[in-house]
């Protein structure tokens, strides 16, 4: 999904919440849910997105309507220990999609 796609999906209203994700490097990858799939943000020439900051996914995002917006991390004693057997955990935290205030 391209940046017009989601706009799209967004103002129609099928997009039930978007992710940023932290990815280790200082990189983020923005995905959207829509009917219970993850579809990852690209670029319009089917590459990923990478995003630098939450700053940097919110100017990409001012102009959708308000959705439920949330960064989501690996928990940190997994990535540091390495993975464990089974499900990875993660922390979800909310964020508002037009300011950080």
Aim: contains cysteine; hydrophobic residues 40%.
């Amino acid at each position: 999904m391209n940046l017009h796609d989601l706009s799209s999906h967004a103002h129609a209203g099928h997009i039930d919440e978007l992710n940023l994700i932290s990815i280790e490097g200082g990189i983020y990858v923005l995905e959207a849910r829509m009917d219970g799939r993850a579809h990852p943000l690209n670029d319009g020439n089917g590459r990923t997105l990478h995003l630098r900051s939450v700053e940097h996914a919110r100017d990409l995002l001012h102009e959708l309507p308000k959705l439920p917006f949330n960064l989501v991390h690996a928990v940190v004693h997994d990535e540091m220990c390495g993975m464990q057997d089974g499900t990875q955990d993660t922390l979800r935290v909310p964020l508002s999609i037009s300011s950080a205030w």
